[in-house]
């Protein structure tokens, strides 16, 4: 049975990019989500904000850093 769906070469590679810049997009809506909460007199609530949006950055790169293995 044939398939009519081609895949090219460069597809996964584009698919790959496409993951890595979605992953910084992400970690820079965190990090700027941090400095707003930052200005100002936070709270603890928002301290606690803070650390878990750091954390999910985190999370993030870490991610990124294996999309940029699957890439070598």
Do not use: Y
Request: charged fraction near 20%; aromatic fraction near 6%; hydrophobic fraction near 45%.
């Amino acid at each position: 049975m044939t398939s009519n769906v081609r895949q090219f070469p460069s597809s996964p590679r584009m698919s790959l990019f496409l993951a890595e810049e979605q992953a910084k997009s992400d970690i820079r809506q965190e990090l700027g989500a941090c400095v707003g909460l930052l200005h100002g007199n936070p709270t603890n609530g928002d301290l606690f904000e803070i650390m878990a949006r750091l954390k999910a950055a985190s999370f993030l790169v870490d991610a990124m850093i294996g999309i940029r293995e699957a890439c070598k």
